[in-house]
């Protein structure tokens, strides 16, 4: 089966980067997605990517795209306590389909 | 411009009810996919829909139907609850490409 992969938990200290990773699927998909969901909320989303890009900086935030090992990454500078939620990626592979989304990663930010 | 709408927050039922959910995409976006998320796990994909017509439908039992009004907002019904239809009920509003936008959701509880 398909399956987008995340590590579940991460634990960084305030003002430290972070780094959350996930492995997609199909290496011909055309968005990436990273979402950020707090307790009890929906899912914000936080930037994406296209595939034909391998980085893109958005203020704190830097996406890496490594398409030949289908690798994608969000960097989190200066991580804040306000942080602390679940990063969820996702994918639309080809055909117009749905999003695909990872288990979530858990980021905990300690003061 | 308002963001996605999902009514209602917070609902709960008893097995063997129906339910009915509702969304409102961005002004503009005229495709709308309906996700459930369980407990520690990340979306599924329920159906999407693209101009009133179903352009998608994930593993779901016959349970779940959903359709798109000519405003595009959408609902989703679920008959005969089960206790482990209890979730989280996003709601995605999709532009003709980018972004996926999503509600605040609906939190189903089935007791």
């Known amino acids: 089966g398909e399956d987008v992969e995340q590590s579940l938990f991460l634990s960084v200290r305030e003002g430290d980067s972070s780094v959350i990773n996930c492995t997609y699927t199909d290496s011909s998909s055309t968005y990436l997605y990273w979402y950020k969901q707090e307790p009890g909320a929906g899912l914000q989303l936080l930037t994406y990517i296209f595939s034909n890009m391998d980085m893109k900086q958005d203020q704190r935030l830097t996406v890496l795209l490594n398409k030949k090992d289908k690798h994608l990454s969000l960097r989190i500078a200066d991580t804040q306590t306000g942080d602390s939620a679940i990063y969820f990626c996702?994918?639309?592979?080809?055909?117009?389909?749905?999003?695909?989304f990872g288990k979530g990663t858990r980021l905990s930010v300690i003061a | 411009d308002a963001g996605v709408t999902q009514s209602p927050t917070h609902l709960i039922k008893t097995r063997g009810q129906q339910v009915t959910l509702r969304c409102s995409p961005i002004s503009g976006h005229k495709s709308v996919s309906w996700y459930q998320q369980v407990l520690g796990q990340g979306p599924q994909f329920i159906f999407q829909y693209y101009e009133k017509e179903e352009r998608g439908r994930g593993n779901f039992p016959d349970r779940f139907s959903a359709r798109q009004f000519p405003n595009y907002s959408s609902e989703l019904n679920v008959n005969a609850l089960l206790l482990g239809d209890s979730a989280l009920y996003l709601c995605?509003?999709?532009?003709?490409?980018?972004?996926?936008?999503f509600g605040q959701g609906t939190r189903l509880t089935v007791v």
């Open positions: 995605a509003s999709i532009p003709e490409v980018g972004e996926a936008f």
């Open positions: 996702a994918e639309i592979p080809p055909g117009n389909t749905p999003l695909v």
